[in-house]
Structure formats: structure tokens, C-alpha cells
């Protein structure tokens, strides 16, 4: 896995143009997939396995009964992080009063409190290293989770009261609950994983 994103990233490197933000709206417009802007390059993001999309199916249940000062907002929610200029998404949000729109791109928001990715194997090295890294750069974000899907155990990544990233993010497995930012009550580990993965990380979908 580490060894592909390596590639990716020197592919990416010897291009000899690079998109702009416009050329990556326009794409889109047309496109069937969601697209992500990453250092000038349109890129496709694939679709998730069934057990990455019961995972995060969980969490958009938990988030929706939990959050009535915000919303939860599906991974159809485009974000721009002004720290890369790149066009991201997430596999979920929480975004609490109005979504903030940068000029050039109505359709995308800027200030999410708490960000969720479900690792799958294409993009570990992503999720969990850049990716991460351009969610921090918001202000507004306070929580940055990952959930595995081939294991049950969640890793929160938190700012804390100095404004400042924790290095070392909280990691969460069976028998233990988790909070976060803006939600009434916390999440147990069985929530998010029961019926899609057993007690040994094997799926129970297939």
C-alpha cells in the first residue's frame, strides 16, 4: 500500500501540467465518480467495499441521532482546504451551524468540526498521512476519526484546548466507547462494528 501511494505521488510529480481548480469543477460536472484535486491531479476515488460502506453507514446513524445543534453531512459533501488547494471529501462530517463556502466554489465548505475516513486498502497511506494532514489545517475541524474495516477499532486523532493537534490520536476497541466533539452521548465500538465484523475482524457480509 505504501509502496503504491509512493508511485502515485512520483506519477504525479512528473506531469507535465497540472489542473487548476476550474479544470477540476468542470470534471465534476460530467463525472460518474467523485473526484478529488490533489497537487494539480483529477483523481477518481474508488468505490468502497461493503463492509467500508456499512462502516460508514454506522457512523452517519450514530452522528444523526446525536448531533441537534449541527448535521451530519454524507461523503457527497465536497470540501477546499486553502492550506494545499485540494478538493476533498470525507466519508462523513459534522458541520455545525451554516456551511462556510469559499468564493470560487459554492458547493464546497470549509469549516467541518469532525471529519470520518474508513481505511480501505487503496487509500491507507492517504487517509491516515496527507489527507489527515489537510483536515487539520482547518480551524474548525476538533476531531479527525478513522475506523478500520478489516478490524474493529477506531483511532481519533484531537485538538485540544491549546488549538494544537495532539501527536498521538486515541485508539478504541471492543468494549470501549469514544467521544466526540458536539455529540450528546458517546459511541460504543459494538455500534460500529456489530453484524458487520466478528470479534476476530472477519466480515459477516459476505
Not at 454524507?74 to 478538493?87: E, L, M, N, S, Y
Not at 487539520?136 to 485538538?159: C, F, G, H, M, N
Not at 467521544?179 to 458517546?186: D, I, V
Request: proline fraction near 5%; charge should be negative.
Amino acid at each position: 500500500m505504501a509502496a503504491c501511494y509512493a508511485a502515485t505521488v512520483k506519477a504525479i510529480l512528473s506531469l507535465p501540467r497540472r489542473s487548476t481548480y476550474a479544470d477540476y469543477l468542470a470534471a465534476e460536472q460530467t463525472s460518474e465518480s467523485q473526484l478529488e484535486l490533489i497537487d494539480g491531479v483529477i483523481v477518481a476515488m474508488a468505490g468502497g467495499s461493503n463492509e467500508h460502506n456499512a462502516i460508514a453507514g454506522r457512523f452517519a446513524g450514530a452522528f444523526s441521532a446525536r448531533v441537534p445543534p449541527g448535521f451530519y453531512y454524507t461523503p457527497a459533501q465536497r470540501f477546499w482546504i486553502a492550506a494545499t488547494a485540494r478538493g476533498r471529501y470525507s466519508d462523513g462530517s459534522i458541520i455545525c451551524g451554516k456551511p462556510a463556502n469559499p468564493a470560487h466554489d459554492a458547493q464546497a465548505t470549509t469549516n467541518p468540526v469532525v471529519v470520518v475516513e474508513v481505511l480501505s486498502p487503496s487509500s491507507e497511506g492517504d487517509d491516515d498521512g496527507e489527507k489527515r494532514r489537510d483536515f487539520q489545517s482547518l480551524e474548525s475541524l476538533q476531531a479527525y476519526v478513522i475506523a478500520a474495516q478489516d478490524t474493529r477499532w477506531v483511532k481519533v486523532y484531537r485538538r485540544n484546548e491549546r488549538g494544537t493537534w495532539c501527536e498521538q490520536p486515541d485508539v478504541y476497541r471492543d468494549g470501549e466507547t469514544f467521544e466526540l466533539p458536539r455529540l450528546t452521548r458517546a459511541i460504543s465500538i459494538s455500534e460500529v462494528y456489530d453484524g458487520i465484523l466478528d470479534g476476530s475482524g472477519r466480515s459477516l457480509l459476505r
